[in-house]
Every structure is written in structure tokens, then in C-alpha cells.
């Protein structure tokens, strides 16, 4: 006696199986936050807006309550239980120093920098290549374009 197969184990129940209905991760939409100057008036907001810099690919401009001003890209950030314990760590644009600052000192933040990746997406890529061989353009490659 021999083990069932695979396909006779399951064959009548994944027949009905259709993958376009199976999706159950919905894609993200990322919003544009570039050129945004986010309104800080509470900690919940800071925090919010800390967020979408800390994921934003290009440069943020953060004000400090002092008045100084650091224009360069956040790369690293910690979210304590306060503001003073929370705090971003971002490259300035004109050093190579990284700089940490605690959340209690920012009083404004701006989305100044280009994101370099703004539509470089694969679903762009694949849409401009189709684009390409469609007209007839016989120099495709499968290799990625530059970000810059």
C-alpha cells in the first residue's frame, strides 16, 4: 500500500482555490511627505511625524527649541516612554558627525530633501521596461537604474 499523493490528498478542495481571492496582505500606500511641515502641538503628533522622517528617504530640516537648526538625514531613532527618554540620531547634510537629539528638544521638523527613491519602485520599473520593449527599444537590460 502506497501513500497518498499529494494532489490526491487535496485535489478537489484547491480546485476552487483562486489566488486573486487569497491575497490577504493588502499593499501599503505610502504617502508623499515631502515639502510637508508637520504641526507639533502635541506629543502624539511629534512622535507621528518622527515616524514617517525616520522613514522618509531623503533629508529632514528639525528645529530645535533653542533655535539651532540640523538639515541632514535621520538614520537611527529610539521611542522611550517620554520624550526626554525618546530620541533621533540623524547625519547632517554639511558633516559627517552624527547627531542625537532627544525628542523634549525639537520644536519644529520639516521634510526639506528630495526622497531619491520617489518612484523607483519595482512596479514603476516593470510598467517603464514593458513601456521600452513595447516601442521597440532593443537595448534592455535587466539591470537597475540609478537612484540619483
Known amino acids: 500500500m502506497s501513500a497518498p499523493t499529494h494532489a490526491a490528498r487535496h485535489g478537489a478542495a484547491n480546485a476552487a482555490l483562486d489566488p486573486e481571492t487569497l491575497e490577504v496582505a493588502p499593499g501599503t500606500v505610502h ?47 529610539v521611542t522611550g516612554t517620554s520624550l526626554e527618554s525618546s530620541y533621533v540620531r540623524i547625519l547632517p547634510r554639511d558633516s559627517n558627525q552624527r547627531v542625537k537629539i532627544s525628542y523634549a528638544e525639537i520644536a519644529a521638523l520639516a521634510f526639506s530633501g528630495r526622497d531619491p527613491a520617489a518612484g523607483k519602485s519595482w512596479e514603476a520599473w516593470v510598467r517603464k521596461y514593458w513601456e521600452k ?15 540619483e
Request: glycine letters at 10%.
Open 133 to 147: 520593449k513595447s516601442a521597440g527599444e532593443g537595448n534592455l537590460t535587466l539591470q537597475p537604474e540609478s537612484l
Open 31 to 77: 504617502q508623499s511627505v515631502e515639502g510637508w511641515v508637520p504641526h507639533l502641538a502635541t506629543e502624539t503628533e511629534l512622535r507621528e511625524a518622527l515616524e514617517k522622517a525616520f522613514d522618509y528617504r531623503g533629508d529632514v530640516a528639525i528645529t530645535k527649541k533653542d533655535g539651532s537648526k540640523i538639515d541632514g538625514y535621520i538614520f537611527d531613532r
